[in-house]
């Protein structure tokens, strides 16, 4: 659960340390105040996107650290190992820095860590529900997957959605084979042609056969100034290995007595050694040098080939070698093409698998369905819906596709007697929201977040029905903590902790978040009904509504 928030220069919030106790828990305020800012501090820590609006002004950084507690053996527990993040504690800090500048940094116990981490283990610690889930309730794939969500069915879901991922790729697969067949023999015969028209100048090297020609072509020119250098290092009068075995005497007498001298000495002896070789490899070189004028027409005539073939094939010289290979490969590949009649037996298996799936999947939707329909429209039936009645409706889709065999609507009528129609089509926003509320609250009832965030789902509903939502909200906290922002105090009055934010007029302006006692709490809800003169009369309300809490406890 989560136990404790930090909030340092984030958005209204100077400095902010809060405990949350389990439980029910409500943040109410007046509009402005910032109610919204604990919500977009743990969503922060849960690695969600941000920006720099969430830097408090002035600051250079926002500083934000949430604190969950975790039993051993639990699904965040085995992550925490996974990863090598556990401890002895029992504790999960969650913190991101965001900058001024846009950048944002994540760590989890201490460790630096990614956003797409922060976000993993975020999702097995916090669910969020807001107000603005009812418009999923209009997108044609949400009663399908409200359905599986509810009853565990990712499973088999998922085994549809494969199954009929492989049946796909076969289809594509064989179709390729026949579309393959169809030229193969064409294609075989000229792979097969521009092998045997490479087969012989594949084994010469063409870098190899240019650098020879390119020596021949400047033979002469090549002698003429190895000649000069071998004339210059030690045939001539005063040549260059001479001269430095000259100074090296000269300096051998005095290397002694300065050690940069012996330095310079020593430097010499190995220039002269490097002369000496130099020289004896230059006279070797000269020595084996003769021109071949019949080797430079043979080796003219086959650059020409290369050069043509590589203008055939619009390549480089240098990678006819390369593409011969290439040619081969694809060649055997050819040999090697399954047989599409073989394929088409596999796409036959696969889809038969698929078929037999995607009914299993059918059946047991449709089992959970009367069920879930029946219990959604008892849930629903005391929020001011009396004549409430929802059913799901599978009508076959043709083709079928990886969703299952069947398209899932639920249909809905708020008056007895009239048939039930697609929701979308016939609930109005208000019936949306309370329809929407009671899904939220039957989904997280089979959630495995041990926190729940409902950001002001119980707008548009009001009297007696959010005190409905109220007790609703308060059952579920038996079983997992709520953290929840609402208007109204129908809903706060049946809270286990109250949470009141407030705006202070300080420069720059600040919120600050106070846990109300039980005095405090019923001025609050007094507040909240009836606004900012409270009289004697709101004051008893208020003072009601909280016995409401104790009695139905």
């Known amino acids: 659960m989560l136990t404790h928030l930090t909030l340092i220069n984030f958005a209204l919030a100077d400095h902010l340390a809060l405990d949350i106790e389990q439980g029910f828990n409500v943040l109410t305020g007046e509009t402005g105040a910032g109610k919204s800012l604990l919500l977009d501090a743990l969503s922060a820590c849960l690695g969600e996107r941000t920006d720099t609006n969430y830097v408090r002004y002035g600051a250079d950084k926002a500083d934000c650290t949430a604190v969950f507690s975790y039993q051993p053996q639990s699904a965040e527990a085995n992550w925490l190992t996974e990863h090598e993040l556990g401890d002895d504690s ?69 085994a549809v959605r494969d199954a009929y991922s ?45 650098q020879e020609f390119d020596r021949l072509s400047h033979h002469e020119h090549i002698m003429q100034d190895c000649g000069y250098a071998l004339n210059v290092l030690d045939e001539a009068e005063q040549n260059i290995t001479q001269e430095v075995a000259s100074i090296i005497r000269r300096l051998e007498s005095h290397a002694g007595r300065s050690e940069q001298l012996a ?37 003219n005539t086959t650059l020409e080939v290369f050069h043509r073939l590589a203008r055939k094939y619009r390549t480089q010289p240098e990678s006819l070698k390369q593409d011969y290979a290439a040619w081969q490969q694809e060649l055997e590949q050819l040999h090697q093409l399954e047989n599409p009649e073989t394929l088409a037996e596999q796409v036959e298996i696969s889809y038969q698998e698929f078929i037999q799936k995607a009914q299993h999947l059918d059946e047991i939707r449709r089992a959970a369905a009367i069920p879930l329909a029946k219990q959604l429209t008892e849930q629903v039936k005391p929020l001011a819906l009396p004549e409430a009645y929802f059913e799901f409706k599978f009508e076959p889709m043709e083709p079928a596709n990886a969703e299952g065999l069947s398209f899932i609507q639920l249909l809905f009528t708020a008056n007895k007697g009239i048939p039930a129609q697609p929701l979308a089509r016939v609930a109005s926003g208000g019936e949306l929201s309370r329809i929407a509320l009671v899904m939220q609250v039957m989904n997280a009832e089979k959630t495995e977040a041990e926190v729940l965030v409902f950001d002001e789902i119980d707008v548009g509903i009001s009297g007696g029905t959010a005190e409905v939502v109220g007790r609703l909200l308060a059952d579920l906290a038996q079983h997992v903590q709520l953290l929840c922002i609402t208007h109204q105090a129908q809903v706060a009055a049946q809270s286990d902790q109250h949470l009141l934010v407030k705006k202070q007029q300080t420069d720059p302006a600040s919120s600050t978040i106070i846990e109300l006692d039980e005095a405090q709490r019923i001025l609050e809800l007094a507040r909240m009904s009836g606004g900012v003169e409270i009289s004697e009369t709101t004051l008893q309300h208020a003072k009601q509504l909280r016995q409401l809490k104790f009695q139905s406890a």
Request: negative net charge.
């Open 263 to 299: 330095s310079i000495y020593n430097s010499l002896l190995n220039a002269q050694s490097e002369i000496e070789d130099a020289t004896s490899s230059l006279r070797q070189f000269i020595d084996r040098q003769s021109f071949d004028p019949e080797r430079m027409e043979q080796l």
């Open 90 to 158: 029992g504790e999960i800090h969650l913190r991101r820095v965001i900058f001024a500048t846009g950048r944002s940094k994540a760590w989890i116990n201490g460790r630096p860590s990614s956003l797409a981490e922060l976000k993993e283990i975020g999702r097995l610690l916090v669910q969020l529900y807001s107000q603005h889930s009812q418009q999923q309730l209009l997108e044609p794939p949400y009663p399908k997957h409200w359905l599986d969500r509810y009853h565990n069915f990712a499973e088999p879901a998922d």
């Open 166 to 210: 492989c049946w796909q790729k076969n289809i594509r697969q064989h179709q390729a084979a026949l579309e393959a067949q169809a030229t193969r023999i064409q294609k075989i015969q000229s792979l097969e042609s521009q092998i045997e028209e490479l087969e012989d100048v594949i084994q010469i090297d063409y870098r190899d056969t240019e």
